[in-house]
């Protein structure tokens, strides 16, 4: 029998749910971002610096393996700084996963699935809908079966409405 959420944990996982939202979105901009970058290192061999003495923004040439220092790139690496924010961002992302998780109860696999969602692109965006739409359902059905039997237990609070 899996573990259910307790009714005291409801608002908190609702709280929870709102920031899993925006995180899931952020990151996984941040990851087509970081895929688009990865493409154009890889594929295209180019890099693009920001602030260049050349203009404010201008795409150069990957430099060969082993012969980085002796390039010195003046400039803002842009490549560099999504792949760093978007390494910083999935932390947070894995926090707001393990928040939303753990009131939830549900098994560590589903936790490993809401982390790959991180890594593998367009995943986040599948995850935040589903996620959003099993929780949502799940806290309104539980929260409605409460209020029924609480209306049920007091009998005075039923009379006083008619």
Request: hydrophobic share 50%; charged share 20%.
């Amino acid at each position: 029998m899996q573990l259910q959420p307790k009714p005291e944990d409801y608002p908190r996982i609702r709280r929870s749910l709102r920031v899993y939202k925006v995180t899931s979105v952020i990151t996984g901009i941040m990851l087509l971002l970081l895929c688009a970058v990865m493409v154009m290192k890889y594929v295209f061999k180019v890099e693009l610096f920001l602030f260049t003495p050349n203009g404010v923004a201008e795409f150069l040439p990957t430099i060969p393996k082993g012969q980085e220092a002796e390039f010195v790139r003046e400039g803002f690496d842009l490549f560099k700084a999504i792949l760093i924010a978007h390494g910083w961002f999935y932390v947070v992302y894995l926090i707001a996963n393990f928040m939303l998780w753990s009131p939830m109860r549900w098994n560590f696999a589903k936790f490993l699935l809401l982390a790959l969602g991180g890594v593998i692109p367009f995943l986040s965006f599948i995850l935040e809908g589903r996620i959003a739409r099993e929780v949502t359902q799940f806290l309104d059905a539980k929260e409605a079966a409460l209020a029924d039997s609480a209306a049920a237990a007091d009998p005075d609070r039923q009379e006083g409405k008619a």
